[in-house]
Nanobody, 127 residues
Framework: QVQLAESGGGWVRAGDSLTLSCALS????????MAWFRQGPGLEREFVAAISRSGLSTYYADSVKGRFTISRDNAKNTTSLQMNSLIPEDTALYYCTGGSFTLTGRAMRDSQRYDSWGQGIQVTVSS
């Protein structure tokens, strides 16, 4: 059974940093592209960041570029999202996801390409 378990969420103040982690089990981690999506209050789910199965390619939404960093450790079957300079607009439920598909920039940003999803973890940023 494939499982994705997110951790590290919480409540922080604007300007603070937070790191989300995600552990994958039940699937070969090194064959899976990994990504983070988020859904803010009253908003649709949106792409945040993605990393290729090799870890050599990363992709970011314009809204987080320069503030967030995605990484992966294929030996530990984990991916992380380092979030710096957080702003209230980053408040959302963050989802970890993985998928095996042909690597393209557009595909990595498409939620429908991913077939394994975590339950989500809340990040709240107060002003």
């Amino acid at each position: 059974q494939v499982q994705l378990a997110e951790s590290g969420g919480g409540w922080v103040r604007a300007g603070d940093s937070l790191t989300l982690s995600c552990a994958l089990s039940g699937r070969s981690f090194s064959t899976v592209h990994m990504a983070w999506f988020r859904q803010g209050p009253g908003l649709e789910r949106e792409f945040v960041a993605a990393i290729s199965r090799s870890g050599l390619s990363t992709y970011y939404a314009d809204s987080v570029k320069g503030r967030f960093t995605i990484s992966r450790d294929n030996a530990k079957n984990t991916t992380s999202l380092q979030m710096n300079s957080l702003i209230p607009e980053d408040t959302a439920l963050y989802y970890c996801t993985g998928g095996s598909f042909t690597l393209t920039g557009r595909a990595m940003r498409d939620s429908q390409r991913y077939d394994s999803w975590g339950q989500g973890i809340q990040v709240t940023v107060s002003s």
